[in-house]
């Protein structure tokens, strides 16, 4: 569908795309009162627009194994699926859903699926937590350092966060809740860390303790090295699962370079620093936003602890997929500042900036 766009500057259009987009939310928070009808209007229909140009530019990409790496050999597993050989061993439900697929439609029309499923539920939890102002939320959520390489590398993880995000807005309806965390644990065992991160948030309700396990996450990571990751991916049974994520030279897909990422620790620091500020500073103390930010801090410390591990940016996304809620919600949910969303279209804007300074200074 997108064949005219030319392979070295497909992602590229997507990131500024989202400048453009960006620049816009940021002048009209300037110059308008976002709250009124029009503004509203305005940016409810930009927003339908995006999610199906979206959708449609994501899902119909061209496949390459150059540029959106693991493409390329979930279309060779495709094919061998369509030709009958069959060898499922995990990751169960997205395997499945892979050979339910192969066996009635052509491997784009499984991508572009794929991304209906991976887009769908960003906007849900947008539509249900930010009502109105689901736009800014939804522009967050895609607008997010990875968000572009997990609907176009990284599939099964980006599919296995998106139904978590899905699962949080049965918040109050908890088998419905627990059906999709299960639902995304058979799409990717990896959902275990967020998930883990849900039930001791949930039995430890303390933000300071979610506070200070992500502050000693730093020095221990530090100090212990790849001793985490012995603990984590060998003595714990994950080998199998993730010791291409650990072992190895730093590939196309992983972080640039080896070694503790402070750049990223510091993207990292923005749901931390945002929890503190609305729960500390300002007083918030909604049950929600505090479950949102335990599971945040929790899941990003284990990430800390494996900072040094090839590929740990798959560790990493398993938090950062939430950091657009809980540097969000409490901004459209209390009044806080007096030009509140004056100073939102500020934070959206150096939000973006950061996921728009990574794409540039790797240049894809």
Known sequence: MFDFVPLPIYSAVYYNVMFVIMLMVLLHSMVYDIREKKSLDFFHVLGYILIVVMILYMGFRPVSG??????????????????????????????????????????????????????????????????????YAFFMFAGSFSFWAYGTNGIRNGLATSFFILALCYYEKKWMMYLWFLIGMLFHSSLVIPLAAYI???????????????????????????????????NLGFSDRTSGYMEGESVEGSFSSSGFRWDFLLYSSFGIIAGYYFIFVKNIHDKFYIHLFGIYSIANAFWILVITANYSNRFAYLSWFMMAPVIAYPMFKYKIWKDQYKMFGIILSIYYLFTYLMFLKNGK
Not at 67 to 88: E, H, N, P, S, W
Not at 92 to 114: E, G, L, P, R, T
Not at 204 to 210: E, G, L, T
Not at 214 to 231: F, K, M, R
């Open 66 to 135: 150059r540029y959106f790496a693991d493409m390329a050999t979930y279309r060779k597993g495709y094919l061998l699926m369509q030709r009958g050989v069959v060898k499922i061993e995990h990751d169960y439900a997205f395997n499945y859903f892979m050979w339910a697929c192969s066996q009635i439609m052509h491997h784009k029309y499984f991508f572009f699926i794929v991304d209906v499923l991976y887009i769908i539920p960003c906007y849900i939890f947008s539509k249900k937590y930010f009502s109105s102002y689901w736009f």
């Open 200 to 234: 001791t948030s949930s039995l430890y309700k303390d933000p300071k303790v979610y506070l200070y396990i992500w502050l000693a996450a730093i020095p221990l990571s530090l100090a212990g090295g790849s001793v985490w990751q012995e603990l984590f991916f060998n």
